[in-house]
């Protein structure tokens, strides 16, 4: 059986990996239909072999259509999601828009696939932010062993995160370094992204966190457990693609790092490369196009009784968003749309 399904946004980084994932993981499609704003109507984008011209968003009718990827920032999200749903499609949402909405799951396969069940509430599920996927990836297998009490998190994240305009940020203002007189000045960014590092993903709030690292600590305890306790400090780096994180996590139970080893090798979606020697660990551009989370550099922490350090890397346009939703849209059909 295939399914018609639409992805929104298909003309962006995220929407084009949603089309490539679909098609290398052959996800079961009948008729697939490329969604954009009209500005960017008649683009053509690939879907494995094919070629797909978009079609108007704004006149799009998503009666009769299964599943809808959305990869379009929350103030479209907010028009056009409740549209589809209420045309009983199934919408698979990349914004941030519905993730802390207690009647939408907010979902990674890897951990807690049996949320999709409640989609039907409103006919949408939520994906995480793409810090927070990669983590709790890893962070849910040695949850299930030794149970978290405490996360410590430093994340640097690339710029593709921040879409088309964060990699063209960085690139010119690389290639201007090198060129006097064709400097290029911050504009997506607060300071200078080339040859710099920036503590800053996201607005300030009233606490001094940014809403980067309190969307880590929100969706971490919906997803995985609320009694886990985290504190997140979330950078901006000079990486096109990728996102890294040093992750410091405490147990109630003790946990050995041999152990915690063999737990993640045996763990669905995470690839263990930890060798204690020269580049024996995963670094951002070796993740690119991958659909693993690397896990690197684990270690017991001797300074707390019951601490294990771990170094976790991702393709953040892979599983920090198109991957992820497109893995959603796999636990959507096997345990709910196959049955009915």
């Excluded at 040695?142 to 593709?160: F, G, P």
């Excluded at 609320?226 to 997140?232: D, E, G, N, R």
């Excluded at 690197?296 to 890397?313: A, F």
Aim: hydrophobic share 40%; glycine share 6%; aromatic share 8%.
């Amino acid at each position: 059986m295939g399914y018609r399904v639409a992805v929104v946004g298909a003309t962006g980084n995220v929407g084009r990996e949603m089309l490539n994932i679909l098609a290398e993981r052959q996800f079961p499609v009948d008729e697939i239909a490329a969604l954009a704003s009209r500005r960017s109507l008649g683009t053509e984008v690939s879907f494995g072999d094919a070629t797909l011209k978009t079609q108007d968003l704004d006149n799009f009718d998503f009666t009769g259509w299964d599943i809808a990827l959305f990869a379009i920032g929350s103030d479209a999200t907010k028009t056009y999601a409740p549209k589809a749903a209420r045309a009983g499609c199934v919408v698979i949402d990349n914004s941030s828009l519905y993730r802390y909405d207690p009647d939408v799951p907010l979902v990674v396969p890897e951990v807690n696939p049996q949320a999709v069940e409640g989609y039907a509430k409103k006919n949408i599920i939520a994906n995480p932010n793409c810090s927070t996927a990669q983590m709790v990836v890893a962070l849910k297998p040695l949850h299930d062993r030794a149970t978290i009490k405490r996360v410590v998190v430093s994340t640097y994240q690339s710029v593709s995160g921040s879409g088309k305009e964060g990699i063209d940020e960085l690139w010119d203002q690389t290639k201007g370094m090198y060129v006097p007189g064709q400097e290029v000045a911050p504009s997506v960014y607060p300071k200078q992204i080339a040859f710099n590092v920036i503590p800053h993903i996201d607005v300030f709030l009233e606490d001094g966190q940014t809403k980067e690292e309190w969307k880590m600590v929100a969706e971490t305890k919906k997803i995985v457990d609320p009694a886990i306790k985290v504190t997140a400090t979330c950078v901006r780096v000079p990486v096109f693609v990728g996102h890294s994180e040093a992750v410091n996590i405490e147990f109630e139970d003790h946990l050995d790092e041999e152990e915690a080893r063999d737990i993640l090798r045996e763990a669905p979606g995470i690839l263990v490369v930890d060798k204690r020697e020269d580049g024996g660990y995963v670094t951002p551009v070796e993740c690119v196009g991958d659909y693993a989370t690397f896990i690197s550099r684990i270690r017991q922490d001797p300074t707390i009784d019951n601490g294990i350090n771990l170094w976790c890397v991702s393709d953040n346009l892979r599983k920090g968003a198109a991957l992820n939703a497109v893995q959603i849209a796999e636990t959507l059909v096997n345990r709910v749309l196959s049955k009915r």
